[in-house]
């Protein structure tokens, strides 16, 4: 099979989303489409599938004119996608989301046996530990997409659509997914693949397309002809630079201390210390327990024994309320769009949200005046940009939204800042500011407790990194900043094995 896109143009109103954009996808091949965010790709995947309807151009399969009013036009001709954006039923179960398209019956009433049956056979590809019978609402974002990816799997189409797939899960998931894609590419599937790790893309892909400000800047070039300099050069328009991390120097002071915790969710024994001024890593597989450990520090997961010290007094955490306005302690969800963010509401009150209280007059009133001067400069300072701050947050983009959700903590004055995977969908160029940004606020003497599936990040930024495996911390490692090094002792430590010692100093804790 082969898809053409002949120059596809796409406008809305005051934006040229596409501009004559033309490629093609071949069966037997994986091709990167890369770009910025705001580059036009996730316009063109949503023309590919239906979602769109291109104002010029054409599209082509196997050379004849295709025009789909609906996604099901675009699955039936045998094309699916996984968007960023999920699209899962949260109540059904995930065996439901996967078969969703075609639920098989018996006798006119959904077959569940068959339902989960047939699942499992496309969830295992990818992770064999999630349990079709439970309902999506209970699994966490990188489960979620995990899903959702097997959920595509499932419709066996000619071309499959992969839209940041791996930025929710970490290197394991991933390799698996690309076991997958490559035994679909041997098979004859043609396969787009969206993604900001470039890494990812270097090693995967067989030809890229890169798209800057709705023009294709690279079109169906071989991936063997570019490096990653290339390729960042035609994404961005200019050479990347690596992110400067200052001169940082964490003290010894400790602020947070765990000491044999225990959770509600399974946590033993934890002991962890955060020290003031410092980038603590916590990197796991999915599953690991991070996440839900971060919650269990903010009051959302009840701590059933051991210790806690904010500067050297033992609290009790029993709300997130608790945590942020008596203890200080703020957090950035993975899943910034849905629990961290109002999308619907201005960058101003946004950042103010934290600080409502103190805003308020004494009759309970907020004015926007008051908050515009309390947020302005917080704003400015981390480049936010926008027109204005009365620009919904729903329409900034990626790297922006990170740099409101930052700002609302710094507004709050935490000491203790949580941040779940920092950069989960953020381009390449913002990403870099994301990391700065982070090292200047730890600088400054904001502590953070880092959460990242991305290891060459966790490798950037953290100062020491705890490796979590089943829901226990297993290993401790001072950052040496050396990626060959430092991956290896991690997965040294998740396969229960001692980790080699060359160039990092590397420690078992618990």
């Not at 019956?105 to 990818?126: C, K, N, P």
């Not at 791996?166 to 679909?184: D, K, N």
């Amino acid at each position: 099979m082969k898809l053409t896109i002949d120059s596809i143009g796409k406008k809305f109103p005051g934006v040229t989303a596409l501009d004559s954009v033309s490629f093609e996808i071949r069966s037997g091949e994986i091709h990167a489409l890369l770009g910025e965010n705001g580059a036009g790709k996730s316009t063109l995947i949503k023309m590919i599938t239906g979602l769109y309807r291109p104002d010029s151009g054409r599209l082509l399969i196997d050379d004849e004119e295709v025009a789909f009013a609906s996604p099901r036009d675009a699955i039936a001709r045998g094309i699916s996608a996984v968007h960023q954006e999920r699209n899962l039923i949260t109540r059904f179960s995930v065996g439901e989301n996967i078969l969703l398209e075609r639920l098989p019956a018996r006798s006119g009433v959904v077959d569940t046996e068959r339902v989960h049956r047939q699942a499992r056979h496309f969830l295992d590809m990818i992770d064999p530990s999630i349990d079709t019978r439970t309902e999506v609402r209970r699994l966490s974002v990188a489960q979620m997409q995990i899903v959702e990816i097997a959920k595509a799997l499932s419709l066996e189409a000619n071309v499959l659509i992969l839209d940041e797939p791996t930025a929710s899960i970490t290197g394991h998931e991933a390799e698996a997914l690309f076991t997958v894609l490559r035994r679909l590419r041997d098979e004859g599937k043609a396969i787009v693949f969206v993604s900001h790790k470039l890494e990812e893309v270097v090693s995967l892909c067989d030809r890229v397309t890169v798209l800057r400000d709705g023009k294709a800047a690279v079109a169906r070039e071989s991936i063997a002809n570019m490096s990653r300099g290339k390729i960042v050069e035609a994404m961005i328009g200019r050479k990347e630079r690596a992110a400067d991390m200052g001169e940082r120097a964490p003290c010894n002071q400790p602020i947070l201390e765990l000491e044999g915790v225990s959770t509600a969710l399974g946590h033993k024994n934890i002991n962890l210390t955060l020290h003031r001024g410092e980038i603590l890593g916590l990197y796991g597989l999915v599953g690991a327990g991070r996440t839900e450990l971060a919650r269990a520090l903010i009051g959302d997961v009840r701590i059933t024994a051991g210790r806690i010290a904010l500067n050297g007094n033992d609290v009790r955490i029993p709300s997130v309320s608790a945590a942020i306005r008596k203890h200080r302690i703020g957090y950035i969800s993975e899943d910034r769009k849905t629990e961290g963010l109002i999308l619907a509401h201005p960058i101003r009150s946004n950042i103010a949200i934290t600080i409502w209280r103190q805003l308020a007059s004494k009759r309970g009133m907020l004015s926007r005046r008051r908050e515009h001067n309390a947020v302005a400069p917080l704003a400015e300072k981390l480049e936010i940009k926008a027109p204005s701050l009365e620009q919904a947050v729903g329409t900034l983009s990626g790297g922006n939204q990170q740099k409101v959700s930052i700002a609302k903590w710094l507004a709050a004055g935490v000491e203790i800042l949580i941040i779940d995977e920092p950069t989960v969908g953020i381009d390449i160029g913002t990403k870099t500011a994301i990391h700065e940004l982070i090292a200047e606020v730890t600088r400054e003497g904001l502590s953070v407790l880092l959460i990242s599936s991305d290891m060459p990040e966790m490798v950037t930024l953290a100062d020491r990194i705890l490796v979590m495996h089943n829901s226990t911390i297993v290993g401790e490692i001072e950052n040496c900043r050396k990626y060959e090094i430092v991956s290896r002792q991690i997965m040294d430590f998740i396969h229960g094995e001692s980790p080699q010692q060359e160039a990092g100093h590397a420690v078992a804790n618990g």
